[in-house]
């Protein structure tokens, strides 16, 4: 398993950006798929974005995003970091929830159980 350390949460307005990152360990960064998931009070935790296994020379993967965070929100990796990023625009109150960050070896899940490895998580708070 791979440690995660998410970072980034914070209280905004609605409209407003915030970018978050999850710190991972480990020498083998680049042949896990990172994910984000996001959990509101008395919800089930639901799929954010996820972004697939890169080369050791190239900071892109395939990404795949809900339909909610689509055209507002970017996930990226920075393998010489060992860095996932969650880039938000145009938030709003809805989006407000605990962010946590997954990672995987295998890639194109959906689904919060499929992951093996969590971070502890980061608050988003949007105000409106």
């Known amino acids: 398993q791979v440690q995660l350390v998410e970072s980034g949460g914070g209280l905004v307005q609605a409209g407003g950006s915030l970018r978050l990152s999850c710190a991972a360990s480990g020498r083998t960064f680049s042949s896990y798929a990172f994910a984000w998931f996001r959990q509101a009070p008395g919800e089930e935790r639901e799929f954010v974005a996820t972004?697939?296994?890169?080369?050791?020379?190239?900071?892109?993967?395939?990404?795949q995003y809900a339909d909610s965070a689509k055209g507002r929100f970017t996930i990226s990796r920075d393998n010489a970091k060992n860095t996932v990023y969650l880039q938000m625009n145009s938030l709003k109150p809805e989006d407000t929830a605990v962010y946590y960050c997954?990672?995987?070896?295998?890639?194109?899940?959906?689904?919060?159980?499929?992951?093996?490895?969590w971070g502890q998580g980061t608050q988003v708070t949007v105000s409106s």
């Open positions: 972004i697939s296994w890169s080369g050791a020379r190239t900071y892109f993967g395939s990404t």
């Open positions: 997954a990672a995987d070896h295998a890639y194109g899940s959906t689904w919060y159980g499929d992951f093996e490895s």
